[in-house]
């Protein structure tokens, strides 16, 4: 079964550029998450999706970040413009319907660089 | 979400148990012990999780205390490939959707 896959591996860019990265969940799973990770520290969610709709995105910058799950399977997370302090590992992962074992499945995540 | 302290870093001899211990002494009664590890350039992964008994799989123990304050992940013979920042997680009601990571313990297995 293929796991979460996330695209690009890298980026770089500069600053007050756009940047978009993509999520493919695991077939069948209807929670996908998106989580920022800083360097040294441990994940921080970003917004979490149940199918198509965004049910927690408090902790996401709105002011330039945007996130979309259209069809309610694979998600695109935008910055719009990025800023130096956006440098991090974006982390995508889902889970299946119901409460199961709880577990979520992490992709390999997105490396962002802005010089 | 309960409050977590982890050791910052441990180390640990291949072959031998590693033995990772975590202070959750604000759990709540419907929390959850989740851990997760994380290798170098790669996303956190499921180990285990458990609620008031101990709990086995094929990776690792998690022994819980009876009063739920603290509990030990038990890798029983690490291996080089074990070396990752180890996150002890509470969360409610056995549904990992409120996961809130901490700064986690980097255990370093060594040769």
């Known amino acids: 079964e293929a796991g979460v896959v996330q695209s690009p591996r890298y980026k770089i860019i500069e600053k007050k550029q756009p940047v978009a990265f993509w999520c493919n969940p695991i077939?069948?799973?209807?929670?996908l998450y998106w989580y920022l990770q800083n360097l040294g520290q441990g994940p921080e969610l970003l917004i979490r999706?149940?199918?198509?709709?965004?049910?927690?995105d408090s902790q996401l910058p709105k002011d330039r970040f945007s996130a979309e799950r259209l069809k309610g399977v694979d998600s695109t997370l935008k910055i719009q413009p990025a800023e130096l302090g956006d440098s991090a590992v974006y982390l995508c992962?889902?889970?299946?319907?119901?409460?199961?074992?709880?577990?979520?499945?992490f992709g390999e995540g997105s490396r962002l660089t802005v010089l | 979400d309960a409050k977590t302290t982890q050791p910052t870093s441990m180390d640990c001899a291949e072959g031998r148990a590693a033995n990772l211990p975590c202070n959750h002494s604000?759990?709540?009664?419907?929390?959850?012990v989740y851990w997760y590890r994380q290798i170098h350039s790669q996303g956190p992964q499921y180990i285990i999780h458990?609620?008031?008994n101990n709990e086995t799989n094929e990776m690792a123990s998690l022994i819980i205390t009876e009063d739920r304050k603290s509990s030990t992940l038990i890798l029983p013979h690490a291996t080089l490939r074990d070396t990752a920042v180890y996150y002890c997680?509470?969360?409610?009601?056995?549904?990992?959707?409120?996961?809130?990571f901490g700064s986690g313990t980097q255990l370093t297995v060594l040769p």
């Open positions: 992962a889902s889970s299946p319907r119901g409460a199961g074992t709880g577990e979520l499945f």
């Open positions: 077939s069948g799973h209807n929670t």
């Open positions: 999706y149940e199918n198509e709709e965004a049910v927690d």
């Open positions: 604000t759990i709540s009664g419907n929390e959850y």
């Open positions: 458990g609620l008031k």
């Open positions: 997680i509470p969360t409610i009601s056995g549904s990992a959707r409120q996961l809130t």
